[in-house]
């Protein structure tokens, strides 16, 4: 059954990016397998944000950036924007679930997928599965 959406995660990305990151290989088929089905891609303004934060030294920065730069222009890429009312709407989010360490980007992902219906997000960060989501990117 074909993915109608999937969520990219900075976790993906900095997999995709950087050959030292131990899943960079199964990251870089799995986007290939995702792309060769058209599979629409879902991103935010909050995640590029983290992404780029992470990916900020010399090596990874170029790579970065063009990372950045296709999934701007790919007609097959969503970038939520960032605002303050999200940012109020996300501090509501991450403050409700103290009981768990996600982050506030994590949150902010949350509440997108929750609101366009996604169901699968390319990351391998466990606490989406946490929050009922299927993560894609697996050892």
């Known amino acids: 059954m074909p993915i109608s959406e999937v969520f990219v995660d900075s976790s993906a990305m900095m997999a995709m990016i950087s050959r030292a990151d131990s899943l960079h290989s199964v990251a870089v088929a799995l986007h290939r397998r995702l792309h060769a089905a058209r599979t629409p891609f879902v991103t935010s303004d909050w995640v590029l944000?983290?992404?780029?934060?992470?990916?900020?030294?010399?090596?990874l920065r170029?790579?970065?950036v063009r990372?950045?730069?296709m999934l701007r222009t790919s007609p097959l890429a969503t970038i939520v924007p960032a605002s303050r009312d999200e940012w109020c709407r996300i501090f509501e989010f991450f403050e409700r679930f103290s009981d768990k360490a996600w982050s506030?980007?994590?949150c902010s992902?949350?509440?997108i997928c929750?609101?366009?219906g996604i169901r699968h997000v390319f990351t391998y960060?466990?606490?989406?599965e946490q929050f009922g989501l299927?993560?894609?990117?697996?050892?």
């Open 49 to 59: 944000a983290e992404f780029l934060c992470v990916a900020a030294r010399p090596l």
């Open 62 to 64: 170029p790579a970065a």
């Open 67 to 69: 990372t950045i730069g």
């Open 104 to 106: 506030f980007v994590d």
């Open 109 to 111: 992902s949350m509440l």
């Open 114 to 116: 929750r609101e366009r």
């Open 125 to 128: 960060d466990h606490h989406f």
């Open 134 to 139: 299927e993560v894609l990117l697996r050892r």
